[in-house]
């Protein structure tokens, strides 16, 4: 994590910080739109490390924010944080493959798509199911990475520092 932090540094970003090992990164940028600061990224990512095949997703401190207050699964989330992830996508899915994946019985009540994220609740655990962020991503047609609940709040705590907040108007 301290060479991705220093190569993002060199490129231009500054206050770096990762959030453990998760592959969460929060900086601030001088660039101005998504587009800009997702290319960056990729570009250091495939130029230093050779993670070409890796797709960035990102999202501005205030619409971490907005994930939080949209969680359906609020309560759950509190008693079980591991437990209840959220799939950041990389677009909105078209509606007629969120209508097919609400169509599965199983997840009328442990899912919900709002924009592009998915919320899931893993009531019987994590591990007991195939519904997992591969599933999710390949229904609905677009690149996805998933938080649990624990690590979500712990960005969002991240975000707050205000130098964290160059590139968060589009």
């Given at each position: 994590m301290h060479a991705l932090r220093s190569a993002l540094t060199a490129v231009g970003?500054?206050?770096?910080r990762t959030y453990r090992q998760t592959g969460n990164i929060i900086a601030a940028?001088?660039?101005t739109t998504r587009e800009q600061v997702t290319e960056l990224v990729s570009q250091v990512l495939?130029?230093?490390?050779?993670?070409?095949?890796?797709?960035?997703?990102?999202r501005r401190p205030d619409e971490i924010s907005q994930v939080i207050a949209a969680n359906p699964f609020a309560s759950e989330a509190s008693q079980r944080p591991n437990l209840i992830p959220v799939i950041f996508l990389s677009g909105v899915p078209c509606e007629a493959r969120v209508t097919r994946l609400m169509s599965v019985e199983a997840l009328k009540d442990?899912?919900?798509?709002?924009?592009?994220?998915v919320y899931v609740d893993y009531v019987h655990g994590y591990h007991n199911t195939h519904r997992t962020?591969?599933?999710?991503?390949?229904?609905?047609?677009?690149?996805?990475?998933?938080?649990?609940?624990r690590t979500v709040l712990a960005i969002s705590d991240l975000c707050r520092h205000p130098a964290h907040r160059g590139w968060d108007k589009q």
């Open positions: 970003m500054s206050e770096v940028s001088p660039l495939t130029a230093d490390f050779g993670l070409g095949d890796i797709r960035v997703i990102t442990t899912c919900r798509v709002t924009g592009n994220h962020a591969p599933y999710f991503t390949r229904v609905l047609g677009v690149d996805g990475t998933e938080r649990n609940w």
